[in-house]
């Protein structure tokens, strides 16, 4: 049996305790699957004090992780502490620059620090592994770096946050607000005290960047994708969309663009409810990849959460146990092509328009001109039931702004935005326009 692997953990939250346990509890069996024994040498951590449900004993307590990361004690450096700089990548970069293999959950560094941290890797003959970074327990980074090495891909998408996904099947299921369901998601931990990072599409964007670089072998570029969140997601939109068939997601979208560039995108998407992809409710994500020999496939799983994530953290542990060593992106840095984005206001496909229109003579008959003049054709218009009026509680409320519903055939997204532009300068809608994009998956 070959010398026994010893790890340096950073950072022991929800994942890095849940690590320390797996290792701890399956200790005999990871051993024998790798051919070694693995053991956890040291650990650092904000709080020496505090209960984190584990057992330290005989273990190293390093205050500084970077120190941590440059000890010669440790073969491995676990990095789960989180953010794009500061302490993380310091000792990303240290441990990397002396030699050790990296194990990280770390999207956000990633995005931001990638393709530089896997030529320093590279450089140095080690290994930077990141399966917990997207997608929770998915074995999705193994699935494109490893099983997919002999296919084209044309497509990669899914859904990639818990905390929106289960807000937006809450929704649905229980016909309650975007507020309700976040303060329920906040009260049950699934969505943080500030949600943004969530709720406001970024945390897909990062994990997104990462499959895209996997996907079609093309440096990180985060900064190109489109972000849009779910806060403008009305009940309107969600009852609506229910009764045309479709559910509302949000996803993330990588694909080739007609042209040879990618296009990325995150933004709540209607799918129809008899797609795989409309049945992934809750706090699961899924990942689906389109390519040219295995056709369609979808993981389906849990996307975070301590013992899922901490599973993907000791199967890249097992890989380096084992000598199991592959370019951090499934090439070689140096081959990675520089990322060409493709034009998204060029996407093609159907599109949901929402709009509160001025009670007055005309106005729908020049909001369809504006669309005519896109060369946009109008699949179906619907004038939602006016609301009481405080006043009249069983009346309508005359002149007051109608919501409106628009379905379009087939147009880009050049064209709605402009011509929702200029429906909005012709002053006859009294709030912004919105638009969720249609896709049949």
Not at 27 to 38: E, I, Y
Not at 260 to 272: C, D, K, L, S
Not at 310 to 338: F, N
Not at 366 to 382: D, F
Request: aromatic share 4%; hydrophobic share 40%; proline share 4%.
């Amino acid at each position: 049996m070959q010398s026994t692997l010893r790890l340096g953990i950073a950072g022991l939250g929800v994942v890095g305790a849940s690590v320390v346990q797996v290792l701890q509890k399956h200790a005999d069996d990871l051993s024998q699957r790798c051919g070694r024994k693995v053991v956890v040498r040291a650990v650092s951590a904000r709080d020496k004090t505090k209960d984190r449900g584990i057992d330290l004993t005989g273990i190293n307590w390093f205050q500084d992780p970077v120190r941590l990361a440059e000890s010669p004690d440790i073969d491995v450096f676990v990095e789960l502490m989180g953010g794009a700089g500061g302490a993380a990548e310091a000792s990303v970069r240290a441990a990397l620059s002396s030699g050790k293999h990296v194990v990280t959950a770390n999207k956000a560094l990633l995005a931001k620090h990638g393709v530089e941290l896997a030529r320093l890797a590279e450089k140095r003959g080690v290994s930077l592994n990141f399966e917990a970074a997207v997608a929770g327990g998915i074995p999705i980074i193994k699935t494109l770096r490893e099983s997919l090495a002999g296919n084209r891909v044309s497509r990669v998408f899914g859904i990639l946050n818990g905390t929106c996904n289960y807000i937006l099947t809450r929704m649905q299921a229980e016909r309650l607000s975007f507020e309700t369901c976040l303060a329920e998601a906040q009260r049950l931990g699934y969505a943080e005290a500030d949600p943004t990072f969530d709720v406001g599409g970024f945390d897909t964007a990062h994990k997104l960047a990462l499959l895209t670089s996997l996907a079609f072998g093309s440096e990180i570029d985060v900064d190109a994708i489109s972000v849009e969140g779910i806060t403008e997601i009305t009940l309107d939109d969600i009852e609506k969309a229910d009764e045309l068939g479709y559910k509302i997601k949000l996803l993330g979208i990588a694909e080739r663009g007609p042209g040879g560039g990618i296009e990325q995108r995150v933004h709540p998407t209607m799918v129809p409810k008899s797609s795989a992809i409309a049945r992934i409710d809750g706090v699961l994500n899924a990942v689906a990849v389109e390519a040219d020999f295995v056709g369609k496939l979808m993981l389906v799983g849990p996307g975070a959460g301590g013992d899922a994530t901490a599973s993907s953290v000791v199967s890249d542990i097992a890989d380096i146990a084992r000598g199991t060593a592959l370019s951090t992106m499934g090439k070689p840095a140096e081959h990675m092509t520089p990322y060409v984005a493709s034009n998204v206001s060029g996407h093609s496909g159907g599109y949901y328009v929402r709009l509160t229109v001025h009670d007055r003579p005309g106005a729908f008959a020049a909001i369809a001109t504006r669309m005519a003049e896109k060369g946009i054709s109008l699949e179906s218009i619907v004038q939602r039931a006016r609301r009481p009026s405080a006043d009249a509680p069983g009346e309508a409320a005359p002149h007051e702004p109608q919501p409106v519903i628009m379905l379009t055939y087939q147009t880009t997204e050049r064209a709605i935005r402009e011509a929702l532009a200029q429906v909005e300068t012709d002053g006859h809608v009294s709030s912004p326009p919105r638009f969720i994009r249609i896709e049949s998956f």
